[in-house]
């Protein structure tokens, strides 16, 4: 335990190791190991270097020793270019002789399945017992812009050594070494300095967890992009962010396998709706993480909280010199949830005296076709939206110019942004034509995120802008009073529960039912609802029958005592007709409740990342359109009531055709109740409650059915 401990906090060995060993090195000219060696000696490495290979020989007046066994004490890192059969004889070899560290490049791992996966167990535990930290297998290495320090097989051209001008820097971080290259290149080709490129390939031991650490300790990493597949120890990987977040430092994720929610088949609505994708996204964005959709997306963000620390608050400031990129945007921005708000009328008054009577002070802001001599125009547009209380981030998008023109223009954005920090893109258009050499210095100079593409500003500019509305939510939270704990909840039987015994539950929780009670004869039925009132509704209860209506185990508006006994005898032929074997609980009796806005309200408890709550229009709209909110178990009332506000049936929910609007505080504080039995009993796997009916103002909820599935 001690040695996995020091592994998780000093990876140093690892990236900048004073001595290096180079194991299965071959002479000749172009093999892997002439590679990696002529990389360490073309990026200057100057510790203490060390060849192994069987043929022996002498590299540039180094002696090639052919054993490991050979290598002095306590070498730092070991580079082992070795096929997979020999790794574990070379690993206990390395531990032999003190090795702080090893990179292994040799795949034929746990990526060819179990067989393989027992051979990478092995050695990842023969590493760490002793003390070696091992970075791999099936990695392409990595590079170390901080020291001048690169591991790689492939001839490349080697990044520049950071400078202390250059700035805080960007780590990338992939289990993917092709696209940790993609993204770090994509960024430095645009001035962005990059600290490292690690990739971390399969994970045996060294994985995000250890690295993100020692990127929380590293002065020059300021923000991390992340590209994962597979996050493979939860807990380690949280408190990582954890750390990261404490230190103040950024981490963009990319994580494919969003089709999983549309994929996995389980046994409710809320299951099939809230895959683990869903679940990790939820709990690392709750950590501090910004989670994207492309990488595209990994490389913009990347860049713009590198340059923007601090994510914003508020609409979209667009100006422009194209009336019709106005009406594109506003089309653009809507479903991705952010919003252009108007000017307010103290910057529309600032702007009104500089501006042309043809060109209205507004939100988008049209300044036509911007010709000589007003580009000042730019700028002065730029403090009018930094200056907006309601908008949070600015994009100045603009038809590139003649070349003698284009520094002018960002010039004048330049100016405009001196001594603000508010998220800013400055998009050069006719992404086809190269820029001006002087405009892409001015922008690497002054750290300006300059982009080709409107569109891609957009959507980097709301995606930013979501990660602030969550930053927010969570700061709420944090601020606001710890819910009280749910108490006096019954013991649950392990298994899907019948109905009733789901419905007990979330009484118990203070979650109203409809008025009713479990009945196992006739009579006792008409007992139940001779003290409720008609009309009713009876369904058999079961733990076996977990779709009633198709078995024909619902009977509704019974409205007098006749009706019930002959529909009590309807209901247990329906059942005997459906499944001779199955023996009933009994026969819940109910008052037939008041019609509403049916929705659905559930929560499903991922193995990894732990319970999702879902909220969205119920009954068969949730099969038909999927339209739901997944949200975390303790999210705060108003941020769920925006939640609902986000729905896209939420007209449905607020006076839709002259239905009363619905109760939204009332709904949100369903919500929070299932998540808080969530949290107050893990042994609950799933909550799935559909229809639940929402009322109008004042009047509450009713939950119609239950699901409750105990582990």
């Known amino acids: 335990m001690d040695a996995q401990v020091t592994l998780t906090h000093d990876l140093q060995p690892l990236v900048a190791p004073r001595s290096v060993a180079i194991v299965g090195l071959s002479t000749k000219p172009g093999s892997a190991g002439m590679v990696v060696l002529q990389n360490l000696m073309t990026a200057g490495y100057g510790g203490d270097l060390h060849l192994v290979g069987r043929s022996g020989g002498v ?63 092995e ?50 971080v992939a289990q993917s070494g092709g696209i940790g290259v993609h993204v770090s290149a994509a960024l430095q080709s645009r001035g962005v300095p990059v600290s490292y490129v690690l990739a971390t390939g399969n994970e045996a031991q060294i994985g995000l967890a250890e690295v993100l650490r020692f990127l929380a300790r590293d002065p020059a990493t300021a923000t991390a992009v992340i590209y994962a597949e597979q996050i493979r120890s939860v807990p380690a990987v949280l408190q990582a962010l954890a750390d990261m977040r404490a230190a103040g430092k950024r981490v963009v994720l990319l994580h494919p396998g969003r089709s999983e929610l549309a994929q996995q088949a389980t046994s409710s609505h809320t299951g099939a709706l809230a895959g683990n994708h869903a679940a990790m996204r939820l709990a690392v964005e709750r950590a501090g993480v910004l989670v994207v959709d492309s990488l595209e997306e990994a490389i913009d963000l990347g860049e713009l909280m590198l340059r923007f620390p601090v994510p914003p608050l508020g609409g979209l400031g667009l100006i422009t010199a194209s009336g019709a990129l106005c009406g594109i945007a506003l089309d653009y921005l809507e479903p991705l949830e952010l919003a252009m ?77 001196k001594g603000r920090s508010k998220p800013a893109i400055f998009v050069m258009q006719n992404e086809g034509v190269p820029l001006p050499a002087e405009v892409q210095e001015m922008a690497v100079r002054s750290g300006t995120v300059l982009m080709r593409s409107p569109e891609r500003a957009l959507r980097a500019l709301a995606r930013f802008a979501r990660h602030g509305r969550l ?10 009073a710890a819910a009280p704990a749910l108490v006096g909840l019954p013991a649950l039987p392990p298994g899907t529960l019948p109905e009733w015994q789901g419905k007990e539950l979330l009484r118990a929780a203070g979650l109203a039912t409809p008025a009713g009670a479990l009945a196992t004869t006739a009579d006792e039925a008409v007992a139940v609802a001779a003290r409720i009132g ?63 806005a049916e929705l659905v309200i559930g929560a499903v408890r991922d193995p990894q990342w732990g319970p999702v709550v879902m909220v969205g229009l119920g009954g068969i709209w949730v099969e038909a359109l999927g339209d739901v909110q997944l949200m975390p178990a303790d999210l705060p009332l108003p941020a769920i009531v925006s939640r609902l506000r986000a729905l896209k049936g939420a007209k449905l929910l607020q006076g839709f055709r002259g239905a009363p609007p619905v109760d939204l505080q009332a709904v949100a504080r369903a919500v929070a109740t299932v998540g808080a039995l969530m949290a107050a009993r893990p042994d609950i796997a799933e909550i799935d409650i559909n229809p639940l009916v929402a009322y109008g103002e004042g009047r509450g909820v009713l939950a119609l059915d239950a699901l409750v599935v105990v582990r």
């Not at 990695?139 to 950071?162: C, E």
């Open 471 to 480: 930053q927010a939510e969570w700061q709420a939270k944090t601020e606001a």
């Open 123 to 172: 050695i990842a535990d023969t590493a760490r017992a002793g003390g070696m930290r091992l970075l791999g297998p099936n990695t392409i290495g990595f590079f170390n812009n901080v020291d001048g320090f690169h591991v790689s097989m492939v001839k490349l051209t080697l990044p520049p050594r950071l400078r202390p001008e250059d700035g805080p820097a960007v780590a990338v």
């Open 534 to 596: 008609y009309p009713m509704v009876i369904k058999a209860q079961a733990a076996r029958l977990a779709h009633k209506t198709e078995a024909g185990g619902v009977l509704l508006n019974l409205r007098d005592e006749a009706a019930l006994r002959a529909g009590w005898q309807q209901l247990h032929d329906n059942i005997r007709r459906h499944d001779a074997s199955l023996v009933l609980d009994g026969v819940l009796v109910e008052a037939m409740g008041e019609r509403g």
């Open 59 to 121: 590299v540039d007046g180094r002696t090639v020793l052919t054993s490991v066994a050979e290598l002095p004490e306590g070498v730092d890192l070991a580079i082992l270019l070795l096929p997979s059969d020999v790794v574990l004889d070379t690993v206990k070899a390395c531990v032999a002789r003190g090795v702080r560290a090893g990179v292994c490049f040799a795949s034929g791992f746990a990526e060819m399945g179990d067989e393989g996966r027992a051979r990478q167990q």
């Open 341 to 417: 708000p108007p000017m307010s009328p103290a910057q529309m008054e600032s702007l009104r005296e500089h501006l042309p009577a043809y060109t209205p002070p507004r939100n988008p802001l049209d300044l036509g076709t911007l010709v000589d001599p007003r580009p000042d125009l730019i700028g002065l547009g730029v403090v009018a939206q930094q200056e907006d209380p309601a908008i949070g981030s600015l994009l100045v998008s603009l038809p590139m110019p003649s070349p003698q023109l284009a520094p002018v223009w960002l010039d004048s954005f330049l100016q405009g942004m």
